[in-house]
């Protein structure tokens, strides 16, 4: 299995008679079961009949913003775990074979290499991923933001490629360093480029619902708003993407100790914060429903880092990202890359040591410009990098003196704090969802009522919990109240 080509159905479920298949590594395409008809489906929206909300799912939904493991929000519907061959028949799914990075490893030629040598040979082997999969220049879409992963997609595709045949776009807000830089380095190449500036995005019921739809709703629905904008511009074309390339290169790295019972714990401690629905004493330390404890990335990460892997980045970053029904080509899990790249020494992942290593000095002239987090840092231009810092530390004091009129440089993305007070359509958005919730009975009305009006007064900053509850109840309206799309009960195939 790999995980790259789009991925082709086929029925597999007659009566009673089981079936195997098998599912793509990192989840960015989806296979779900449904208990209730015994049978797969590549989306929640082809389910059919009407779903009810999963009570221990809303638990930890509550806790950390999103599902774990293969739980959903929604009764009875398993999101199958990624990379896995399965047996599936009208009473279940059995793990047949799991696959792990460690199977790969002993194909990461690392002995006595030196770190110059080990950071070139990092960088030829995505520069090879990138290459395996291209094809079509015209056809590809790369973002850019301030960021390096998106970056080093570009640079690769500009060794095989003119970049007046590549399309590019960043969003964001202006005035902040995603959207400043990666238009900087769109305009530094000369790519086909198109800037989408969020503040001009309009949030409503009808686009939120499309959202549910198009992400299963595992999680905030209102950041991937912009996705729609994307598709409307580019349509049926193939977007290139980042996805967890820092995450690869270390920038969650965490030390090894302890074991599984200690890492699952951790993993949900460490979720828990943003979200405010919940009061301390409500927050229970044991509960880990649904946290996936097998995952790929055995013998080669930290249990911690190895649970957060298989968690929070195929169950919440990519419900943000990865559409139904969209192509995506996304070179930094190629198997063999990322073997590599979980297979160097723990002290050359700490702080993405090697990594930043390997694309600053591979791509030298795209990374002459800065990066949201280093500046001019990474390639030693010291008197460009002491302005870049006086700059944006002038910013963001004058950030904490006037935070409604000064925009934070690191805001990668809208302000749902000063949106939600400010902007009409997306104060009645989350209005008339909390009112929604407020009559489900599922949610204490007076904790709804206070959360939202202690936000709306400026008393305290409530944005993630709100958009996370505007969110949950779009859910429930395109995924439970909805009649479902027609569609067969599907199975993934081999890749």
């Known amino acids: 299995m790999s995980g790259w080509a789009a991925r082709r159905y086929a029925r597999v479920l007659d009566d009673n008679v089981p079936a195997t298949l098998s599912t793509e590594k990192h989840r960015i395409v989806r296979v779900f079961f449904d208990h209730r008809t015994g049978r797969t489906y590549d989306s929640i929206a082809a389910i059919p009949g009407r779903r009810s909300i999963d009570q221990r799912a809303l638990g930890i939904f509550l806790r950390i913003g999103y599902v774990p493991g293969h739980g959903t929000l929604f009764e009875g519907v398993d999101c199958l775990p990624g990379g896995c061959e399965l047996a599936v028949d009208a009473s279940g799914w059995t793990v047949l074979r799991r696959f792990r990075f460690a199977e790969l490893a002993g194909d990461v030629a690392q002995a006595d290499v030196g770190r110059a040598e080990l950071a070139a040979l990092g960088a030829r082997r995505f520069v090879e991923a990138v290459a395996a999969r291209f094809r079509d220049a015209d056809r590809v879409v790369v973002p850019l933001s301030g960021g390096m992963d998106s970056r080093a997609v570009l640079g690769a595709l500009l060794e095989m490629t003119d970049a007046s045949r590549l399309n590019t776009y960043t969003y964001g807000v202006p005035g902040t360093s995603d959207y400043e830089i990666g238009n900087s380095v769109a305009h530094k190449v000369g790519t086909r480029h198109v800037s989408i500036n969020e503040q001009a995005l309009e949030f409503n019921e009808a686009r939120l619902l499309r959202i549910a739809r198009l992400t299963d709703a595992n999680t905030d629905l209102m950041q991937p708003v912009v996705w729609l904008r994307v598709l409307e511009l580019f349509g049926n074309s193939q977007f290139w993407t980042g996805f967890t390339g820092d995450g690869l290169g270390g920038s969650h790295f965490l030390e090894a100790g302890g074991d599984t019972d200690e890492a699952v714990p951790s993993y949900v401690a460490g979720e828990t914060g943003e ?44 419900h943000h990202i990865f559409l139904h029904g969209v192509e995506y080509v996304n070179p930094f899990m190629d198997d063999h890359f990322a073997a590599f790249m979980l297979s160097i020494p723990p002290e050359l992942r700490r702080g993405k040591s090697l990594f930043d290593e390997m ?96 936000h709306l007064s400026g008393r305290a900053n409530h944005a993630p919990t709100i958009t996370l509850l505007t969110s949950l109840e779009m859910a429930i309206r395109a995924l439970c109240e909805e009649p479902a799309s027609p569609g067969p009960s599907v199975s993934a195939s081999e890749y």
Do not use: C
């Open 275 to 318: 979200i405010q629905y919940l009061s301390p004493s409500e927050l229970r330390r044991e509960d880990t429903w649904g946290v996936a404890r097998e995952t790929k990335y055995d013998g080669l990460l930290s249990r911690r880092e190895a649970v957060w892997f298989e968690n929070h980045v195929e169950r919440y970053t990519a």
């Open 359 to 454: 694309l600053t000095r591979r791509f030298r002239m795209l990374f002459q410009l800065p990066t949201k987090d280093h500046g001019y840092g990474l390639t030693n231009r010291h008197a460009r990098h002491a302005a870049w810092w006086l700059e944006h530390s002038a910013r963001k004091a004058l950030f904490r003196l006037v935070p409604g009129y000064v925009r934070h440089p690191r805001t990668s993305y809208l302000d749902f704090a000063l949106a939600i007070r400010r902007r009409a359509d997306v104060r009645h958005l989350a209005e008339n969802a909390f009112a929604s919730l407020a009559g489900r009975g599922l949610l204490d009305r007076r904790r709804l009522e206070n959360l939202l009006q202690s």
